[in-house]
């Protein structure tokens, strides 16, 4: 009955997307498509011409984690999951009936056949592609071992405009559009934050301690660097030489990079434009008592420019020189338009208008802070700042 079951469920599917392709599709656009039991997945163009193989495991169709990979080493079978479960993979789906927007197309999972090293502390979560169908790299993954022997294989998410590929066991940057920009050098590296990114050069071990995961070297040759987007190692300073310095620690000593940032007006006038609006700051109700009794500021920065495919500017926001991933914006480089960026693990255009984001996120203050702060004023009229971008949303929707 189960069987029976599962067989008319992928049928249905099935059958959907066939009735679907039949309704008239932009010959330009790319397309996911699903395999005949919907188990994998690959891209068509709106003519139904085959960009890429459906050899990629699909993981919207079940309810239960994909069974991914089976390796055997030393008589010992290990098994991969990729999990299904969107509070932890939200991008974790595809969608057959909407064209692919972003710059370069993305799955979750390797394809039937591929050859990628398995080993190491870096596992591949999935594979990206150009927009014509060429392989560019492998997506870099965590391996998680959960209590029953499997492991659970979560990407490395974007910051800055910047993410992680891995290649032989070792981990690179790349940028948005799918560019490496940096050889595959390290075992380790962090995500990039304030212009720079941690790289741990040598042979290193991963301790888990309470709360969080330490590196300790392996030998007396390992260091740690810092390199900027173009994949130069900077060396740091001891005493800082500017107010924007960058702070770092480094063992048992404080170390500063030097400020990575520079604009021409046009960029500088962006930045303005975002740091000027106060509402930013009231959309999170734990960040108002920073902003409110702290007197800390959020201030933001540019990070990545537009770039073929990709016509936006990557703007962060930072509390000092430490980036928070939940103020992520996107700017038009020609009609300045502003959204909100929530994709964490790829270069995709799913964005949000800069004034719903606000009015979603003060709506939710003006909600909760009554009643968890009862009798507490605001210095900002939360009501009616709530007004006026509710006013701009609807305007701008027209």
Not at 55 to 75: K, M, Q, V
Not at 359 to 382: A, C, F, H, I, Y
Request: proline letters at 5%.
């Amino acid at each position: 009955m189960k069987y029976r079951t599962t067989y008319i469920h992928s049928l249905i599917i099935s059958l959907i997307f066939f009735l679907s392709c039949g309704e008239r599709r932009d010959p330009t656009a790319l397309y996911y498509f699903p395999n005949a039991d919907t188990t994998y997945v690959g891209v068509k163009n709106g003519l139904g011409d085959i960009i890429i193989p459906a050899e990629h495991p699909s993981l919207n169709n079940a309810d239960i984690n994909f069974l991914y990979f089976g390796r055997t080493n030393n008589n010992y079978k290990r098994r991969v999951f990729y999990t299904n479960n969107d509070s932890l993979i939200p991008e974790a789906r595809y969608d057959f009936e909407k064209p692919i927007t972003g710059p370069v197309i993305q799955f979750f999972g390797l394809s039937i056949g591929s050859k990628a090293a398995m080993e190491g502390p870096r596992i591949p979560a999935g594979e990206v592609y150009s927009r014509k169908g060429k392989f560019l790299y492998y997506i870099a993954g965590y391996a998680a071992r959960q209590y029953t022997g499997y492991y659970i294989i979560t990407p490395q998410p974007f910051a800055e405009g910047y993410g992680l590929y891995v290649e032989k066991g070792k981990l690179g940057y790349i940028d948005g559009v799918g560019n490496k920009i940096t050889t595959a050098n390290w075992e380790y590296a962090e995500p990039f934050n304030y212009g720079y990114a941690k790289v741990y050069r040598g042979r290193w071990e991963q301790v888990q301690l309470p709360g969080y995961m330490d590196h300790r070297p392996l030998n007396d040759t390992s260091n740690i660097a810092y390199i900027n987007v173009k994949g130069e190692i900077i060396k740091h300073y001891n005493i800082a030489k500017g107010d924007k310095d960058y702070h770092i620690l480094l063992e048992n000593e404080n170390g500063y990079l030097p400020y990575p940032f520079s604009y021409t007006a046009k960029e500088q006038s962006i930045l303005d434009s975002l740091n000027n609006i106060k509402a930013i700051g009231y959309t999170n109700i734990i960040d108002i008592l920073s902003v409110e009794y702290k007197k800390e500021r959020l201030h933001f920065e540019i990070t990545a420019r537009p770039k073929p495919g990709f016509p936006y500017y990557y703007v962060q926001g930072y509390w000092g020189d430490l980036g928070d991933s939940r103020y992520t914006f996107l700017v038009h480089e020609d009609t300045h338009a502003v959204f909100h960026y929530g994709q964490p693990f790829f270069m995709e255009e799913v964005k949000t208008s800069l004034s719903q984001w606000i009015v979603n996120g003060l709506q939710e203050t003006n909600e909760r802070w009554s009643e968890e702060m009862p009798g507490v004023k605001l210095d900002m009229d939360v009501a009616r700042e709530l007004r006026y971008w509710k006013q701009k949303a609807k305007e701008e929707g027209k």
